[in-house]
């Protein structure tokens, strides 16, 4: 058993990802992965506080490495925009002395102190480099043969450069579906932008991005199309019928969160995965699997 | 004099803010332009603005649309060939337009993130659904209203929660006064 603190970051705890926390969890307890919930955690600020609240956006990173420091344990998040941002804050306060003092005088004001230990890594790291590809296809029961997957990064999980892979051109994401027995298909677009929070305050040009990536992984014929962060599984699923709307397309492309393929590989019922929260429908994709 | 010396004020204000230092040494090449999905979209582009800044253009850069247009998706920064963070000057510079009273009505994204923020600094998290629907009724009550079928489908799916999840009480309260402490002490190096 390998133990590690558990990030889930709000969209994956209680927010829109459900599904990815519980497949997160499911699948790594298959795998012998003891993800521990970080205690009492915030939120990690993500984009919009680093945005226009620069110290408290750090001072937000910080109490949260801070109570992780405690652990002594690798801190594991799913979500590549917390995985960013809580790396940003460890690599500025050792980059910047000033910062960090201040960083260091705001902790105190809460009784806590961050000596800057602490690694923060994503899960797609951990599953593909701690537990490694032969040991997931170990555990494979329903082979996942034949079925063409879109193995989508994003942006965050590879840049800047904290990373475990290629910033551009990653790999880890593909040879994980491999060995699901899978077909990950040629996604030249795989590690480009889904829109991100923009989605919300500039939807147009957010829904354009989306909509390049959709029509690549049509163009691979690519059956669904797996994502390792909340906000792009959100924007390619949830917003997906706006882009039909918008641009008169007619996709209907299954997006998944990595460990809920990998739990259908791992013989995991639809329910532990929540399957059903996903809201472009996945069940003519993973049905010749129950 | 007077013009190199407000240049000289504004340039320092950038190269004060983490991720700003490296500003001088941009070769103008336009590798993070070119690499930028939203360039096409914003008033001035990425290396555009970083020529503005250096010739003192405080008021132009800082009421620019650009940086709120920034998707943080980084790649100016793993590309530019003189190592220049843009992003995280896009995000200095959102911080400054903020600080100087500059960032304007004609993007959403400011007003987003601030509606983010009163969230994450009252709760410690971030209800998504409240969040959404503060950020639509402050900025445009009709558009909340056409985001109905998105909820209702999001509700149907067990994708909504109403309810935000809370930090235990000395938890708040400790978040809290690290936040304020931040605050009292102002942003910049």
């Known amino acids: 058993m390998k133990d590690y603190t558990y990030f889930p970051g709000c969209s994956s705890s209680d927010g829109g990802a459900k599904a990815y926390g519980w497949s997160a969890q499911a699948v790594s307890k298959i795998l012998e992965m003891n993800l521990v919930e970080l205690d009492d955690w915030n939120c990690c600020g993500s984009t919009p506080y680093s945005s226009v609240e620069e110290l408290a956006s750090f001072c937000l990173s910080a109490r949260n490495l801070a109570l992780a420091e405690k652990t002594g344990l690798d801190l594991v998040t799913p979500c590549s925009s917390c995985y960013v941002i809580l790396?940003?804050?460890?690599?500025?306060?050792?980059?910047?002395?000033?910062?960090?003092?201040?960083?260091?005088?705001?902790l105190a004001a809460g009784g806590l102190a961050y000596n800057g230990s602490v690694r923060v890594r994503h899960l797609l790291d951990v599953l593909a480099n701690d537990i490694?590809?032969?040991?997931?296809?170990?555990?494979?029961?329903k082979n996942l043969g034949g079925l063409k997957v879109a193995p989508y990064y994003g942006c965050q999980v590879v840049r800047p450069r904290y990373g475990f892979d290629h910033p551009e051109f990653p790999q880890s994401l593909d040879k994980l579906v491999a060995s699901l027995g899978a077909e990950p298909v040629d996604f030249p677009l795989?590690?480009?932008?889904?829109?991100?929070?923009?989605?919300?305050?500039?939807?147009?040009?957010?829904?354009?991005?989306?909509?390049?990536?959709?029509?690549?992984?049509?163009?691979?014929?690519?059956q669904c199309l797996i994502t390792v962060c909340p906000l792009c599984q959100t924007n390619l699923d949830v917003y997906q019928a706006r882009v039909n709307r918008r641009f008169g397309t007619d996709y209907r492309l299954p997006i998944l969160f990595f460990t809920q393929l990998m739990g259908v590989a791992f013989g995991l019922s639809e329910e532990s995965l929540g399957l059903e929260t996903n809201i472009v429908p996945v069940r003519e994709v993973v049905a010749k699997y129950y | 004099m007077e013009i190199k010396k407000q240049n000289d004020t504004f340039m320092d204000e950038i190269r004060a803010m983490p991720g700003g230092e490296n500003i001088n040494l941009c070769i103008q090449c336009g590798t993070c332009t070119a690499s930028c999905p939203n360039a096409g979209v914003m008033d001035h582009t990425p290396s555009q603005l970083i020529a503005m800044a250096r010739a003192g253009m405080k008021n132009e850069v800082l009421s620019s649309n650009a940086m709120w247009h920034c998707?943080?998706?980084?790649?100016?920064?793993?590309?530019?060939?003189?190592?220049?963070?843009?992003?995280?000057?896009?995000?200095?510079?959102?911080?400054?337009?903020?600080?100087?009273?500059?960032?304007?009505?004609?993007?959403?994204?400011?007003?987003?993130?601030?509606?983010?923020?009163?969230?994450?600094?009252?709760?410690g998290s971030l209800p998504e659904f409240g969040?959404?629907?503060?950020?639509?009724?402050?900025?445009?009550?009709?558009?909340?209203?056409?985001?109905?079928?998105?909820?209702?489908?999001?509700?149907?799916?067990?994708?909504?929660?109403?309810?935000?999840?809370?930090?235990?009480?000395?938890?708040?309260?400790?978040?809290?006064?690290?936040l304020d402490k931040a605050e009292a002490m102002g942003d910049g190096l």
Not at chain 2, 142 to 168: D, E, Q, V, Y
């Open chain 2, 71 to 123: 998707l943080s998706c980084y790649l100016c920064t793993v590309r530019c060939p003189r190592g220049i963070k843009q992003t995280e000057l896009m995000h200095a510079l959102e911080c400054l337009a903020v600080r100087n009273g500059l960032s304007h009505g004609r993007t959403l994204t400011p007003a987003m993130y601030r509606s983010f923020n009163d969230f994450v600094y009252s709760l």
């Open chain 1, 190 to 222: 795989k590690a480009r932008c889904c829109g991100g929070s923009l989605i919300i305050s500039e939807e147009d040009l957010a829904l354009e991005l989306v909509r390049g990536l959709l029509d690549s992984a049509r163009k691979e014929k690519a």
């Open chain 1, 132 to 141: 490694g590809y032969d040991s997931i296809a170990e555990k494979v029961r």
């Open chain 2, 131 to 178: 969040f959404m629907t503060w950020f639509h009724l402050l900025t445009n009550p009709l558009r909340a209203l056409k985001m109905i079928p998105m909820a209702l489908s999001l509700l149907k799916h067990k994708r909504l929660s109403i309810r935000a999840r809370r930090l235990t009480p000395d938890g708040t309260n400790q978040l809290r006064a690290i």
């Open chain 1, 87 to 106: 790396n940003r804050t460890n690599a500025y306060l050792k980059q910047y002395p000033q910062l960090k003092a201040k960083v260091k005088e705001a």
